[in-house]
């Protein structure tokens, strides 16, 4: 049975740096896309950044130049290294690994909470 595992969540201060990791087990995702994306209350959930399995990344416009996005094959497992945090950063992230359609998986979420 596949699962993701997040962590890393928290409150942070504007300014501030937060890493989150997510877990794969079940089977291998080596050949997977990797991503995260959020959701904010009252809006929809939108791409934050993907890797792909060449290690090719996207980012969101929003968090370019703030935010990097990395894999570790061998552990199964996708980071996401925030700094310099905005309160509209505020939501709570979900990973998502993909081949295709019919594998396609994510995580349970992680808050995340930009706060003064």
């Known amino acids: 049975q596949v699962q993701l595992v997040e962590s890393g969540g928290g409150l942070v201060q504007p300014g501030g740096s937060l890493r989150l990791s997510c877990a794969g087990s079940g089977r291998l995702f080596i050949i997977y896309t990797m991503g995260w994306y959020r959701q904010a209350p009252g809006k929809q959930r939108e791409l934050v950044a993907v890797?792909?399995?060449?290690?090719?990344?996207r980012y969101a416009e929003s968090v370019k130049g703030r935010f990097t996005i990395s894999r570790d094959n061998a552990k199964n497992t996708v980071y996401l290294q925030m700094n310099s945090l905005k309160l509209e950063d505020t939501a709570v992230y979900y990973c998502?690994?993909?081949?295709?359609?019919?594998?396609?998986?994510w995580g349970q979420g992680t808050q995340v909470t930009v706060s003064s």
């Open positions: 998502n690994f993909r081949r295709d359609q019919s594998n396609d998986y």
């Open positions: 890797i792909t399995s060449s290690s090719s990344t």
